[in-house]
C-alpha cells in the first residue's frame, strides 16, 4: 500500500529496487524546489516544480500529492512520474511534500495539501499558470489527500479546482479490504498490508469516519470538481475506485473510472517494465491536458 521509505536501510535497498522498474524522467522538464510558507503554523512547505520545455504560455497545472501510506513517500519516489506527466501535458505539476505521519500527527498533511493548493492559486500568475485550470490528484493515499482537498474546497468556499485526478485512491479506511474466495496468498497479504496502514493512520489521529480521512463516506459529493479516477483490477482497494464514481455520477459530478487489468496496487509505477503503466500514465496526462484543450504529446506510451 506504499512507496518506500528512505529513513531506514532496508527500505533504502527497497527505493534503489523500485527505482529499477521506473522510467528515468525526461530530460526536457525543468524541475525547480519550492518553499509554501504555513501560514498559521509557521514553516515552509517543500514541494518541487515541474515545467515542460515550450512557448511561455499560461498552462494548466496539477498539484499532485504523493503516496506512501500517509507514513513514507517523497518528492524523490514520485518524481519521474511527475517529471512525464508534465511533459506529456504540457502542464505544469507542483509536487508537494507534506507532512508525515507519527512525527506530525492528523490533520497536519492535509492542511499542508490544502495550504499548498491555496498557495498554487493564489500565485498562479507566477507559476505561469491559468488560475481556471488548476487540478488537484495523487497516487494512493496521496489520491486520499486529494480528494479530502477537493472536499475542504468545496465546504469552505476555496479557490475552484478544474479536476480531481485520483490515481489508485484510497478513500475508505473504516474497514478492511475483502478477498474473494479463489483469492492468491500475495492477495491475503497485501489485506493485511493495508489494515496496517489504515490503522495505522488512524493511530495518528485520523478518525476513520471523518470525511476528510475517507472521502467515499461524505455525506454529499454534490459540487465537487469533475474527476477522472484510474484503478487496478487486482488493487484490494479497487472497489474504493468503484464505489466513489458511482456516489460521483449519482451526484450528477462529471466522472470517468478506467480500470487496468492485471494490475495490483502500485505495478501502474513499473513503467520500465510494463506498458500498460505507461498506458496508465499517458491516460493520466490525456486528462490533465485535456483542462487546456491540447493533446497530449508524441511519446505517452
Not at 521509505?5 to 524541475?31: F, H, I, M, N
Not at 498559521?40 to 516544480?49: C, T
Not at 472497489?239 to 451526484?251: C, F, N, P, S
Not at 462529471?254 to 505507461?278: K, S, W
Request: proline share 9%; glycine share 6%; hydrophobic share 45%.
Amino acid at each position: 500500500m506504499s512507496h518506500p521509505s528512505a529513513t531506514d536501510r532496508p527500505a533504502k535497498s527497497a527505493e534503489a529496487a523500485y527505482g529499477r522498474l521506473v522510467q528515468k524522467p525526461p530530460v526536457d522538464v525543468a524541475v525547480t524546489s519550492l518553499r509554501i510558507p504555513r501560514t498559521d503554523e509557521g514553516g515552509n512547505i517543500e514541494a518541487r516544480v515541474y515545467r515542460p520545455a515550450g512557448p511561455d504560455k499560461a498552462r494548466a497545472a496539477l498539484v499532485y500529492f504523493h503516496g506512501g501510506g500517509w507514513w513514507q513517500g517523497s518528492l524523490e519516489t514520485s518524481h519521474s512520474h511527475c517529471a512525464h506527466l508534465a511533459k506529456l501535458a504540457d502542464a505544469v505539476v507542483i509536487s508537494v511534500a507534506y507532512r508525515l505521519i507519527p512525527e506530525h500527527p492528523f490533520p497536519a498533511n492535509l492542511r499542508d495539501c490544502y495550504t499548498a493548493f491555496r498557495w498554487a492559486a493564489e500565485h498562479a500568475g507566477d507559476l505561469g499558470v491559468d488560475p481556471s485550470l488548476i487540478a488537484v490528484g495523487g497516487t494512493s493515499s496521496g489520491a486520499n489527500l486529494a480528494a479530502a482537498v477537493a472536499l475542504r474546497a468545496r465546504d469552505e468556499d476555496g479557490p475552484a479546482i478544474a479536476l480531481q485526478l485520483l490515481e489508485i485512491p484510497v478513500l475508505d479506511i473504516t474497514a478492511s479490504p475483502q478477498a474473494p474466495a479463489d483469492a492468491p496468498p500475495w492477495y491475503h497479504v497485501m489485506i493485511d498490508q493495508a489494515r496496517q496502514t489504515f490503522d495505522r493512520y488512524a493511530g495518528s489521529g485520523a478518525r476513520p469516519e471523518d470525511p476528510l480521512v475517507s472521502p467515499l463516506l461524505a455525506e454529499s459529493l454534490h459540487g465537487l470538481p469533475p474527476t477522472v479516477i484510474l484503478a487496478n483490477e487486482l488493487d484490494v482497494v479497487v472497489d474504493h475506485a468503484v464505489r466513489y464514481a458511482d456516489r460521483l455520477r449519482e451526484a450528477a459530478v462529471p466522472v470517468t473510472l478506467t480500470v487496468y487489468p492485471g494490475l495490483a496496487h502500485g505495478m501502474q509505477a513499473f513503467t520500465r517494465i510494463l506498458p500498460v503503466g505507461r498506458r496508465f500514465r499517458a491516460e493520466a496526462a490525456r486528462a490533465l491536458s485535456a483542462l487546456s484543450l491540447t493533446d497530449v504529446r508524441p511519446g505517452a506510451v
